[in-house]
Structure formats: C-alpha cells, structure tokens
C-alpha cells in the first residue's frame, strides 16, 4: 500500500508570493491533516479535512488555507509568504474515526528568501 | 488543552536500552502514540498504546502508560545506530480527532 505522498520535497520562494503544497493520503484514508515544523516551535497543526470539509482548524492566520478534494486529496495554500513561514510541511492522513493513528507523509520543505 | 513534555535529548551507548519519557496533561487522552523522525523525513508511526492499558510489547519496543502520573516511556532493547532520530510523543485528547504533539527527544547512539 502506498503511503502519503507530498509534493513537491523542495519549493524556494520569495516574500509576498503564493505557494500551493499537495497531499496523496494513504489509499481509504478520509481524513487529511497538516502541519508546520519548525525547530523553534515544534509541530503545529495547521487544520484537518474530512470528507472534503474542515472539520478541525489550529491557531494560524487566514493566509494559511487548505481544500480536500471528492478523492481525498488536499491541498494547502499560504498567501502573501513570509520570512518565518519558512519550515517543513508535514501532510498526516488517517482512516478519520479518532481511534486511527495518523500517518505522515515526507512533507514539503518550504524556504523563503 | 493537552500539553506534552518530553526531554530534549538523550545519548546512550549501542547495545545498550535507551528510555524515552513524556509527560501528558489531559487525563482524558484516549490513545498515546510514538513517531520517529530521521533526517530529511516525516514522521513513522512507531506504536500506540490505548489508554486502559499499562504496556505494550512490540519487538525491541516497549511501551509502559501510567495513567495516574500520566507518565509514558518508550523503552528501546539493544539500541542500534540506526535507531538515531528524533522521537515524539503525542497525545489524543477525549473527544478530539488530532493528537498532541511533544516537542520530541532526539536519541543520539554512539558506538
């Protein structure tokens, strides 16, 4: 069985620009999430979607947006990019009911200049 | 809401069994998981435990729950150098469909 795939691994951008991060869930998974890592604040959840709508959101800014798609893939997009959205953007799919581990993909590694 | 603790770093020896700890606030947490990040990589599930258990044996893994001193430890038998990365620990809080992630423990095995 496949795992979750990210992509793209790398993305180099620049302040004020837009990027769009994608998420292949493991095949039968519902539920997407998605995270910051960052070696000063850890793991961050950003939202989660399930069945194409968000059912959880953490405590990020409106320029941090996602959508899940009918075949369960998702996409995050950050607008107006900043110096500290710089970090790594782990992508987590699970079966969806709160009794099933979640399980990571590779993530995207962001970097702003 | 949930908070988890761990130590940031701990060195042993290869051969020998390393221990890592967390600490969990939320005695609701249904589920405690372990994830291991190598460099470059994501997180891989390692194993969970259900929170009406006390352990959990998985090959050279084991997994103790206090539930009382809401103290989790994850023991590693004949720790390898492969076994260098940084381990986290998460939470599931009653109710909740995201699990709470510590900041993790970077185990660092030297020959």
């Known amino acids: 069985k496949a795992g979750v795939t990210q992509t ?49 959101k953490g405590n ?17 997009n950050v607008s107006t990019l900043e110096l500290g959205d710089s970090a790594l953007y782990l992508c987590a799919s699970s079966l969806g009911a709160g009794d099933q581990p979640q399980h990571f993909g590779d993530g995207t590694r962001l970097s702003i200049l | 809401g949930e908070d988890v603790e761990q130590s ?9 069994s390393s221990v890592i700890n967390c600490t969990y606030t939320d005695s609701s947490s249904t589920y ?32 103790l729950l206090n539930k009382k001193d809401k103290h989790l430890s994850l023991r590693i038998a004949d720790t390898q150098t492969g076994d260098s990365a940084i381990y986290f620990c998460a939470g599931l809080p009653g109710g909740s469909y995201i699990p709470t992630f510590g900041r993790g423990t970077s185990l660092i095995v030297h020959p």
């Open chain 2, 32 to 63: 405690l998981y372990w994830y291991k990040q190598e460099p470059g990589a994501g997180l891989q599930l390692l194993t969970y435990i259900f929170s009406n258990m006390d352990m959990k044996q998985d090959q050279r893994l084991t997994v």
């Open chain 1, 60 to 76: 990020f800014p409106g320029r941090f947006s996602g959508r899940q798609f009918s075949n369960s893939r998702s996409e995050m």
């Open chain 1, 8 to 56: 793209p691994r790398y993305l180099i951008k620049t302040r004020g620009q837009q990027v769009t991060l994608s998420c292949s869930p493991i095949s039968g998974h519902r539920s997407v999430s998605w995270y910051q890592q960052t070696p000063g604040q850890g793991l961050q959840f950003l939202f989660e979607y399930f069945s194409e709508t968000q059912r959880n």
């Open chain 2, 8 to 16: 940031l770093f701990l060195s042993v020896r290869e051969g020998d």
